[in-house]
Structures are given as C-alpha cells and as structure tokens.
C-alpha cells in the first residue's frame, strides 16, 4: 500500500489550497481517509477524516470547522491562516460501523504516506 500526499505549497492568509492524498494496492471500498498535519515543533494532530465513497465527514477538528472539506481523496482548505503551517498527511485504513472522533487519533490508520509542506504567510 503507498499514499502520497499532494497539492501543498506557500499561500497567503485568506487563500486556498486543495491538497490531494493518492493511494495504490488499497481497496478504498469502505475505506476511511484521515487527515494529519503537524507544526513546527508540534504533534502530529488529526484534522478531518472521512469516508471515502460516499464523503460522510466523520470528525473534524475544532480549528478546521467551517474551513476545511474532505472530499473523496482531497482536502479543499480554504480561509488559511497563518496557524495552519504545517506538513500535511493523508492516512486509511478499512472500516465499518458507527465511527467518531476516534478516527482523528494518530493510531487508529493502518497506512499513511509522506506528507506535503503547507507555508501560509504573508
């Protein structure tokens, strides 16, 4: 199994970034795909997770609400601020059932990939 994220980059406050995670020997039927990403000097911390035939968001973290939207295997990011620095990671693993925060723990992904680098400054 690979993943690769993609799409990162530089972007000012106030712009968007749709970053793209790409997946090879995995069967995305009933697949869940997290979204990662970790700051400077910070822990990695679970951002978004979602499934990924039907789009059903599952958790978001706090910071992201309202600005960030999986779809698929893409993260449309949109309202950047400074504070969203950081590298980004995509992570899946099959699963089926109810599902909640538990899928924004670090743990919980079989897979992940490298991340991309996202730099929002002015």
């Known amino acids: 199994v690979q993943l690769q994220a993609s799409g990162g980059g530089q972007v000012q406050p106030g712009g968007s970034l749709r970053l793209s995670c790409a997946v090879s020997g995995f069967t995305l039927e009933n697949a869940i795909v997290g979204w990662f990403r970790q700051a400077p000097g910070k822990e990695r911390e679970g951002i978004s997770c979602?499934?990924?035939r039907h789009g059903r968001i599952y958790s978001q973290a706090d910071s992201v609400q309202g600005r960030f939207t999986p779809s698929t295997l893409h993260l449309q990011m949109n309202s950047l601020k400074p504070e969203d620095t950081g590298v980004y990671y995509c992570?899946?693993?099959?699963?089926?059932?109810?599902?909640?925060?538990?899928?924004?723990?670090?743990?919980?992904?079989?897979?992940w990939g490298p991340g991309t680098l996202v730099t929002v400054s002015s």
């Open positions: 979602s499934h990924v």
């Open positions: 992570a899946i693993r099959t699963y089926l059932g109810s599902l909640g925060s538990e899928c924004l723990s670090k743990s919980w992904y079989a897979y």
